[in-house]
């Protein structure tokens, strides 16, 4: 299993709007706003590291409103 968070930076006032797609996708398991250099953290459990990098590039960055993303790959059990 892995685990992962992917950090979203959005556009001005886009964050509660792009919650609920986010936490649609299938290998997230939580997301939340949060306050500081990203808008949002979705937390991510997968079999392989291909789907986290899937989640991040295909479908998260392809919602219109979201600016950036940052992936962080957990490396404990």
């Given at each position: 299993?892995?685990h ?29 706003i ?44």
């Amino acid at each position: 299993m892995v685990h992962a968070f992917i950090m979203v930076k959005t556009g001005a006032g886009e964050s509660e709007r792009l919650l609920g797609p986010i936490r649609d996708f299938e290998t997230v398991t939580e997301a939340h706003i949060v306050a500081g250099a990203y808008d949002v953290i979705a937390e991510v459990d997968t079999d392989a590291v291909y789907e986290v990098l899937k989640t991040a590039s295909s479908r998260v960055q392809s919602l219109e409103g979201v600016a950036d993303t940052k992936t962080y790959i957990s490396l404990d059990d």
